[in-house]
């Protein structure tokens, strides 16, 4: 192909950006080039030169944005190769660019801004026609030197997602996730530029960095009185340095941090197929007291000799089974063997991606220890880590690193009712916040908004009854204790209750059902 030959339309609404497209361009001896500052002169151009064979087309543009400019293309059944440039969020783009290869359009590239020669020059030479490019999505934007300055600075760092027990919910750990922000607020999703620093070599760069970070952050709380046990991930190419034991061993004396607040975790499939080149690093790692997790359990093709032979204390079963469960025999089925297994080998079974609370009770009712997931928290930046961590009381007092006070919900038709309740706690147990809500809407819009440590909910209630709303809120925050408040003595609704995991108390508020609902809620001194 002769870049000579080509016919090349710009579409971007910024001068100085159209110009520098211009120069680059031109530098490839490409001699046909037109311009357009918007959406609108650009089909209009496609309409007057049917030669253009290739579109640089910006995406945040005024009247017609790239976007839309790709839809109207598609109905033009023009046959041209198309880069698309911006510095929107690579997610975005990468979006767009799926969108416009479902239209039928034929997207060879994508890139940020600013352009530069060294990026443009290979995709004008692509056609991704017969290669589906929707399924390749190139990434060749993230260069060498891109990765290595955001490696270096403070563009990629940890981010936090809370392990807790799954019978009291107390925090018993975090797993430190790499998180790339660019200084302009976009974020690159680790999909995309983890699998590149692994390409580019860099794997070794991205765990010191990540760790180096983390044993800081893991130092401050400590200080606080609050140590806290982190996960770190590490890749498979990390582990044939053979002086991994020794960086790692030093940065811990440098922060004085006990190995043993450490876990790594490594994916199954990975470290299985490299098994012969990686084990005695790995088990340097872990005499020194770190623990190693096999994550992602599940995914890859292990059998019961091969992860006996690993030095692993823990099992990381993988969200994809978590979301299956209780969907039927085959996935629960497949679930209880993993943990059968963990159990078996004695290690500690970890389950991630846990979203609703019917996923959490049937985990626990299989013998999982530890939950992570959405229905828990979402992985947070450290310092919104921290402020989540002092919000946390999973219904009890011993709960460390929390110091805000008891909240507690009161949900109630009945005026009276609430009145009575909010009385007897304030008037009992003075640093209480007492919240109530007279429906169901009123209290989830309350649970939105403020942590909740216990609920009591009346059963008959216009709209969402007491179950429905149970069921509604323990996916909000799992870890409030409720108390379902009724007048009905029917045996199927006291049922239904502790199934759910509540205390069913019957509407006669004497001194004897306070007593237990004070002691079921476990929250008071």
Known sequence: MNLKDETVLVIDDDKVQLEMAEKILSSFEIQHIIKANNGLKGLEALENEPKISIILLDIMMPEMDGA????????????VRIILVSGIDINALKSIANSGCAQGLNIVGILRKPLLPETLKPKLFKNNRKKHYCDRLENSFLDMQ????????????PWYQPKVDIKSFRVVGVEALARWVMPDGAMISPSVFIPEIE??????????????????????????????????????????????????YSLLK????????????????????????????????????????????????????????????????????????GDGKKSDAILQSTITLGRSLGLDLVAEG???HEQLDNLENMGVDIVQGYLIAKPMESMVFEQWLFDWRPGTISQ????????????????????????????NFKDTKVFTAKNGRQAVEIMKKHPIDAATLDFHMPGLNGIDLLRLLRNTQPATRYVLLTGDTHENVAREAS???????????????????????????
Request: charged fraction near 20%; aromatic fraction near 8%.
């Open 146 to 157: 891109e990765l290595i300055n955001a490696l270096s600075s403070n563009e990629i760092f």
């Open 499 to 525: 199934n759910l995991g509540a205390l069913y108390c019957p509407k006669e508020l004497i001194n004897t059902q306070l007593i237990r609902m004070f002691r079921f809620f476990n929250i008071f001194n």
């Open 199 to 248: 390409k580019a070599g860099l794997s070794d760069m991205l765990f010191f960095s990540i760790l180096e970070k983390v044993l800081k952050d893991m130092q401050k709380w400590k200080a606080s009185g609050r140590p806290i046990r982190t996960s770190v991930n590490i890749t498979i190419d990390c582990t044939f340095n053979p002086s991994l034991p020794n960086k790692i």
């Open 68 to 79: 839309k400019f790709l839809h109207h293309l598609s109905q033009l059944n023009k046959s």
């Open 354 to 356: 846990v979203e609703t």
């Open 254 to 325: 440098a922060y004085k941090i006990d190995p043993t607040e450490l876990i790594f975790e490594i994916t199954e499939s990975r470290i299985l197929s490299n098994k012969s080149g990686v084990v005695q690093n790995l088990q340097k790692i872990t005499d020194m007291g770190i623990v190693l997790s096999i994550d992602d359990f599940g995914t890859g093709y292990s059998s019961l000799s091969q992860v006996a032979s690993l030095p692993c204390g823990e099992l990381k079963i993988d969200g994809s089974f978590v979301r299956q469960s």
């Open 400 to 427: 460390p690193g929390t110091n805000r006070s008891v909240s507690i919900l009161i949900v109630d038709d009945d005026r009276a009712i609430r009145l009575y309740l909010e009385a007897i706690f304030k008037d």
